[in-house]
């Protein structure tokens, strides 16, 4: 069966982010005259506008910031799920992703420690999700 | 010193439609009949008007030709709910700079007879492959932060929604007018969880249009002047990937929004008589309040028990019933009732002796505005 969720929209910007995550690796754009991380990426640095920039893979763990369930889909791919975990992920260097949280989620709290989990949803795209460290 | 802006322009005028579901008819129409019922209000004839804002209209264009207008001076807002305080204060601007005298300022939503649903394929963003979509889901996110942070309770935000509804119920025309209880919000199905369907903003047609003046013309007409008094502004774009959300519930920002609004009309937080907050989703409630100043930070939760917000409680906040009970204008019909609230007569939903009424929005955009009596 052909998968149902919405895709990534091609975007120069981000091939990185999705070709990293094919790889197994959490990348961010990270500026190479300031040293500032960002997400979602852009095509100068917000700190310092320099349009030198590079990807990194994330360093220290990304921790929990809030977390919610879907009971509604707005799409129908997710009608089946619900309800449907999502996450606010804050990455090491402080960009924020928003994304799933998998796994047990019993032991959510703000500040928890996660690990990055790849999820090959199509051959050509593998979504970045959080599980509980 | 008198800040050089506090008390130049007034609301003159104010016009609603009725609120609900018109498929029959389109933004213009409403927009238009929004602007017949704020000229009769205020006695203006539309010849006096000489400047024009107008947000979620396709068309600036079209809608100063249907109206007959030629203005002196415009501005077009997109269709955000966070404009609504931007245009009154740009009309405000405007008028102190000389480049209009009397500005309509027209509002109109489609939402509900158009099926618009706020997420999914309609408002498209990076984390759709996530399912994470539709501004009350940022409001979800945060609100489960304030959860966490400072032990606030949905029991607690239910007192926003019970109290809003009550309002509504003593509002000509509101939309949702049956009371509920604190049980009914408990226990009303999850949007987002954790917030419920009561904690969402309502989807309904319908159109406002204020008419704002230069002050030393103010009392030429049919209603008692509204004084502009003073406003701030602060944005927050910095995360603006996730949408309608700020890790931090825009609490800076709506403070010195408030302290501007404060300073420029010369008045203290204790000479508030009631607060109209945007209420897209009832967490904001919570955020605006410890964002200007009315509670500690961390306690709107303890702060809304018991019925401070409702009428005749300490605070009384959007006494229409807001967006989440009376009519989702996007913060244009709060700006309204404060106007109306001002004026008086409102019935059981009179704010006792009313002098001075805030208005805030604490969203990327945050403003506040501050009107008093004429
Ligand atoms: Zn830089």
Known sequence: MSYAKPLPKPDPLMAPFWDGARAGRLL????????????????????????????????????????????????????????????????????LLVSNLVGDAAGARLG?????????????????????A | MTHPLRNQAAVI???????????????????????????????????QIDGLVTCRI?????MGEILGLDPAWSLTLPPHGRM???GIIEAALAIAAGQA?????????????????????????????????SPGAAHALMFRRHMELYGTTTRQLAEVSVAFRRHAGLTPGAVMRTPITIEDHETARFITEPLRLLDYCLINDGAVCLIVTKADRARDHAQPPVMVSGF????????????????????????????????????????????????????????????????PRGEAGRFVEGGTIGLGGALPMNTDGGHLSNSYMQGWALNVEAVRQLRGGNGARQVKDARVIQYVQATPCTRSIIYTRG
């Open chain 2, 84 to 86: 609504s305080g931007i």
């Open chain 2, 101 to 133: 005298s009397t500005v309509a300022l027209l509002y109109a939503n489609i939402g509900r007879s158009r099926r618009v649903n706020y997420g999914g394929e309609e408002s498209p963003n990076i984390w759709d492959p996530w399912g994470f979509t």
């Open chain 2, 58 to 62: 396709p068309s600036y264009v079209r």
């Open chain 2, 232 to 295: 701030g502004a602060r944005d927050r774009f910095r995360s603006a990937s996730i949408p309608n959300f700020d890790l931090e519930f825009w609490h800076d920002a709506v403070a010195e929004a408030g302290r501007q609004a404060r300073e420029m009309a010369g008045v203290d937080r204790t000479d508030i008589d009631a607060l109209m907050a945007y209420d897209n989703f009832s967490p904001t409630v919570l955020f605006s309040l410890e964002g200007l100043g009315f509670c």
């Open chain 1, 28 to 95: 961010v754009q990270t500026c190479r005259a300031c040293n500032d991380a960002h997400f979602p990426p852009g095509p100068v640095c917000p700190a310092c506008l320099s349009p030198d920039q590079e990807w990194k893979e994330t360093a220290g763990p990304p921790t929990l910031q809030s977390w919610v369930r879907f009971h509604r889909a707005y799409w129908d791919g997710f009608r089946d799920d619900r309800p449907y975990p999502v996450c606010l992920v804050q990455l090491a260097e402080g960009p």
């Open chain 1, 112 to 132: 928890a420690e996660l690990r990055v989990v790849f999820d090959a949803v199509t051959p050509e795209v593998t979504l970045p999700k959080f599980a509980l």
């Open chain 2, 13 to 47: 005028g104010v016009g609603t439609t009725a609120y609900g579901n018109f498929p029959h008819t389109d933004e213009y129409g409403l927009a238009a009949e929004a602007f017949r019922n704020a000229l009769a209000d205020g006695g203006i004839a539309k010849h």
